[in-house]
């Protein structure tokens, strides 16, 4: 065996330690745990044994935990005195020494260090990274600064063209904003101008640095949430975007752009050329870029004159044109009223000119001669806008605004191609027809008293798919602001009532029998063949046979067209001669048996908007109280006209950029009613036209469906009817909507037009069937489908009590208002005439009716009900009308 190899003779006493130190050879690099013997000096501090109970018990001891614990043990345990070198150098048993660790240039983890320590880095590390950030920052920003150039803003802040086209492709109108700015030089703009923009948005201007880092992050950060930036925070940041409006993309490289060239721009370009390029290139709404442009769109003068409240009101147009022009603009939000406008814009004007006399910028007694809005001017300007074009313009501008991802703000920048579902020849037919009544009839010089204030609106949808064909807004799209055709807050009368029939055919009348939590359960749907009362002043009741009253205990009376009982003694109608003849006490009764609620909700399924509904708390709801659109009226009788399908109005089928398509229209149709229900609905409306209220739509060898309506007080006519192809609502009313008039009301038409009264079968039919005629001609005439039968036969009025008195008794106390009447001429019932409404055996179609001859019907009067009480207050609507229980008539 070699000599490396062979064991060390074993020492005499002390232990192998002892033996260890006092041998003259060569270590062997390795100290083992020293054993357990008596006299050990290992007893000396406690070594522990492993198979003995107490230390030095002979034991094995638990071995070191490192070499260096181990080295300590041995010196402490030899008195602390270092091993002599070994001349002979390290032996085979010690090992080679580890060569040093070579130094890493950047240390982490950190060498040398153990569990987390080995994470931490250390101060080197922070120090370096944290120059490195810094430089490279530096350097991005050296960089972007130099590629970055300052903006021209003559030459980049314009505003494009928005192309509207037909429905056939053909261009509407071409419209935008870069035809209405021209710059100005700085010395013509007025410092009450300059100082009402940097009060209100940028009181350091003249002093900062042109970017506020508050802005920055606050900007980015909205970015990372994924919401939209927020403009600049300063007046230069703000002229940059401007200036940029070649690139409106909210994406961290333009924004990291936007913020190199506000530094630049901060840094080379003098303030009041600044501010002369924001002035000169900001929106002020109405297709005014510029202070220039925005003096003349409002006040018709130039910027140099404008006084210091003007200067404070154009300021904040600058917050969105859309929410602070007086004059609103609803095609673009709903909630952007005439009225709700005027407020917001008088606000911020005060605080404007408090500001700029805090700041040192108006003097005080100039300030208080400034406390109401300035006068503004008319909106529209614009020659191309005149006429119905103005208004299909704003439809299809609020449908794009409302329904896609495109802003305001950005469909104001232009540059898009609109497709409008418009028909250029049927918006043209739809306006002569109007336009005709309005010159054989309505005569302001000649009955000032009576026609003056008298307007249209109209609306023309296609069933099968809801685009909007036609519409009519009003005489001039730039005299007349008020788009009659969208939103005008007439009450649509007896046109609602097709609604309480197809909510009686699709969930049917409640038992009476049924308790009250189980009514919703316990229904039969109702035939048109089901017979109501159709006598005059009807006593309502609930579903459950009890009389309805208010909440003052008050009962209800339903009057009818021209205070009329029909068919006495019993007064039994079927709800398709009801409906023929406009009776109101047949139909609020059955809305009662139905259930107001779902009367409601028939309406919505139809396509009419909640928003436009009246309170479903009153009787008086199933006869049209609610005033929804032209548009929306034209759209829920489109969905009768397609057998239940609902398609939801539209104006505009594309829109395209200089990229593409950027919104196609996807059509998504709702089945409102069964086919069965919304196929009666039609037959019933036929009937209207056949021989009934609306004989004067009637239209030659086609199928027409529509139904008349007339609101109590005559303040507003409608007729509203379809064919397989097309559904129109047309209309009529007089109201005083200066833009400046803020308690505007719904007027009277009691002789207006030479005629004693004005109902849903006189100029609403006749305009209907004049636009009809031309609109559909050269297609084919198609037939409604045959209706499937539906529901029972109801008998809600039990027969009368013998010796019935045909002459109507006076109710509890008389009729707040006089009872407009949609049949003029036709006589009161009297003792004598007991054949009923039609006359005597020849089944209700001659003598009077067929809307000829002597006093036929012509329409539905949605009546005002006779109180048991006068003195109970109503709910007018704002249109004075008399509200739910009569009322004031004017």
């Known amino acids: 065996m070699s000599e490396h190899r062979r064991k060390p003779p074993q020492p005499q006493g002390g232990g192998r330690a002892a033996a260890r130190r006092g041998q003259p050879g060569s270590s062997t690099g390795r100290r083992a745990a020293p054993r357990g013997a008596t006299g050990s000096p290992s007893d000396s501090y406690g070594a522990h044994s492993y198979g003995s109970d107490s230390p030095g018990s002979g034991g094995e001891e638990r071995p070191y935990g490192s070499r260096a614990e181990a080295r300590r043990a041995a010196q402490r345990g030899g008195g602390g005195r270092r091993r002599a070198p070994d001349p002979a150098g390290p032996g085979r048993g010690r090992g080679r020494a580890a060569p040093p660790a070579r130094k890493r240039f950047i240390d982490y983890p950190r060498a040398g260090r153990y569990g987390w320590r080995r994470w931490v880095p250390s101060w080197k590390v922070v120090t370096g990274t944290f120059i490195g950030l810094i430089g490279s920052l530096v350097a991005v920003a050296g960089i972007g600064y130099a590629m970055v150039s300052v903006p021209d803003i003559a030459k980049t802040a314009t505003a494009q063209n928005n192309v509207f086209e037909w429905s056939d492709g053909s261009v509407m109108v071409a419209t935008g904003g870069e035809t209405n700015r021209q710059i100005i030089n700085y010395s013509m703009i007025p410092k009450e101008m300059r100082y009402a923009v940097i009060s209100q948005e940028n009181k350091t201007f003249e002093t900062d640095s042109g970017i506020d880092p508050n802005g920055i992050a606050r900007a980015f950060f909205n970015m990372a949430r994924?919401?939209?930036?927020?403009?600049?925070?300063?007046?230069?940041?703000?002229?940059?975007?401007?200036?940029?409006?070649?690139?409106?993309?909210?994406?961290?490289?333009?924004?990291?752009?936007?913020?190199?060239?506000?530094?630049?721009?901060?840094?080379?370009?003098?303030?009041?050329?600044?501010?002369?390029?924001?002035?000169?290139?900001?929106?002020?709404?109405?297709?005014?870029?510029?202070?220039?442009?925005?003096?003349?769109?409002?006040?018709?003068?130039?910027?140099?004159?404008l006084n210091p409240g003007e200067c404070a009101f154009l300021s904040a147009l600058l917050k969105g044109a859309t929410y602070y022009d007086p004059a609103g603009a609803r095609s673009l939000d709903q909630a952007a009223t005439p009225e709700a406008n005027r407020k917001r814009a008088l606000a911020q004007m005060q605080d404007t000119l408090n500001k700029m006399v805090q700041y040192g910028h108006l003097d005080a007694s100039v300030r208080a001669k400034y406390t109401t809005l300035p006068k503004v001017q008319s909106p529209r300007s614009n020659s191309q806008l005149g006429g119905q074009i103005g208004y299909l313009v704003d439809l299809?501008?609020?449908?794009?605004?409302?329904?896609?991802?495109?802003?305001?703000?950005?469909?104001?920048?232009?540059?898009?191609?609109?497709?409008?579902?418009?028909?250029?020849?049927?918006?043209?037919?739809?306006?002569?027809?109007?336009?005709?009544?309005?010159?054989?009839?309505?005569?302001?010089?000649?009955?000032?008293?009576?026609?003056?204030?008298?307007?249209?609106?109209?609306?023309?949808?296609?069933?099968?798919?809801?685009?909007?064909?036609?519409?009519?807004?009003?005489?001039?799209?730039?005299?007349?602001?008020?788009?009659?055709?969208?939103?005008?807050?007439?009450?649509?009368?007896?046109?609602?009532?097709?609604?309480?029939?197809?909510?009686?055919?699709?969930?049917?009348?409640?038992?009476?029998?049924?308790?009250?939590?189980?009514?919703?359960?316990?229904?039969?749907?109702?035939?048109?063949k089901s017979l109501y009362s159709g006598k005059n002043k009807l006593k309502i009741k609930n579903y459950d046979g009890s009389v309805w009253t208010d909440k003052d205990g008050k009962e209800w009376l339903q009057t009818n067209d021209g205070n009329e009982s029909i068919n006495p003694p019993s007064y039994k109608i079927d709800l398709r001669e009801a409906m023929r003849q406009s009776v109101n006490s047949a139909y609020v009764q059955l809305g009662m048996d139905v259930g107001l609620d779902k009367v409601k909700q028939a309406a919505l399924d139809a396509g009419v908007l909640e928003g436009s509904l009246a309170s479903s708390a009153f009787p008086s709801f199933s006869i049209g109280t609610s005033d929804p659109s032209a548009i929306r009226m034209a759209g829920a009788y489109a969905t009768f006209a397609s057998s239940g399908t609902q398609n939801d109005p539209f104006s505009v089928t594309e829109v395209r950029d200089k990229d593409g398509v950027v919104y196609t229209h996807k059509a998504q149709p709702k089945d409102a009613f069964e086919p069965k229900v919304a196929d009666n609905v039609t037959d019933v409306l036929k009937t209207v036209v056949d021989k009934g209220t609306g004989t004067a739509a009637q239209l030659p060898g086609r199928d027409v469906a529509g139904k008349t309506g007339t609101t109590d007080g005559n303040k507003s006519a409608w007729f509203v009817g379809y064919t397989p192809q097309l559904s129109t609502s047309i209309s009529m009313f007089r109201l005083d909507d200066n833009a400046s008039n803020k308690n505007r009301k719904f007027l009277e038409m009691y002789g207006t037009g030479g005629q004693e009264k004005?109902?849903?079968?006189?100029?609403?039919?006749?305009?209907?069937?004049?636009?009809?005629?031309?609109?559909?001609?050269?297609?084919?005439?198609?037939?409604?489908?045959?209706?499937?039968?539906?529901?029972?036969?109801?008998?809600?009025?039990?027969?009368?009590?013998?010796?019935?008195?045909?002459?109507?008794?006076?109710?509890?106390?008389?009729?707040?208002?006089?009872?407009?009447?949609d049949r003029p001429g036709f006589p009161s019932p009297t003792a004598s005439n007991t054949c009923g409404f039609w006359g005597c055996g020849n089944g209700g179609n001659g003598g009077n009716g067929n809307g000829g001859g002597n006093g036929g019907t012509t329409g539905g009067v949605t009546e005002s009900p006779t109180p048991t009480d006068s003195s109970s207050p109503g709910n007018s609507r704002g249109n004075g009308n008399g509200g739910l229980f009569g009322g004031n008539t004017g």
């Open 226 to 305: 994924g919401g939209q930036t927020q403009g600049g925070s300063t007046i230069t940041q703000q002229y940059v975007k401007n200036a940029m409006l070649d690139d409106q993309s909210q994406t961290i490289s333009r924004k990291f752009k936007e913020i190199f060239v506000a530094v630049k721009v901060g840094a080379t370009v003098p303030k009041d050329q600044i501010m002369a390029g924001y002035l000169n290139s900001a929106y002020f709404g109405r297709g005014a870029y510029g202070i220039q442009a925005a003096a003349r769109a409002y006040f018709n003068k130039e910027a140099k004159d």
């Open 396 to 528: 299809a501008k609020s449908y794009i605004v409302n329904n896609t991802d495109i802003t305001a703000d950005k469909l104001q920048q232009g540059g898009y191609t609109i497709r409008t579902t418009f028909d250029k020849k049927k918006v043209k037919a739809l306006e002569a027809a109007v336009k005709k009544v309005q010159k054989q009839n309505i005569k302001p010089k000649l009955r000032p008293e009576t026609d003056t204030h008298v307007q249209f609106g109209g609306a023309s949808v296609d069933p099968a798919t809801g685009a909007i064909k036609a519409i009519y807004g009003g005489e001039n799209a730039t005299k007349h602001f008020t788009d009659n055709a969208d939103a005008t807050g007439a009450q649509v009368g007896s046109t609602f009532k097709p609604f309480v029939l197809a909510a009686a055919m699709k969930w049917g009348v409640r038992n009476p029998d049924g308790l009250e939590s189980q009514a919703q359960d316990e229904r039969t749907v109702a035939s048109p």
């Open 758 to 821: 004005i109902h849903g079968a006189s100029f609403p039919a006749q305009i209907w069937h004049d636009y009809m005629a031309e609109a559909l001609q050269g297609e084919q005439p198609e037939k409604f489908p045959t209706p499937e039968p539906i529901g029972k036969v109801i008998n809600a009025e039990p027969s009368p009590t013998p010796t019935p008195s045909a002459t109507e008794s006076p109710s509890a106390s008389p009729s707040v208002s006089p009872s407009p009447t």
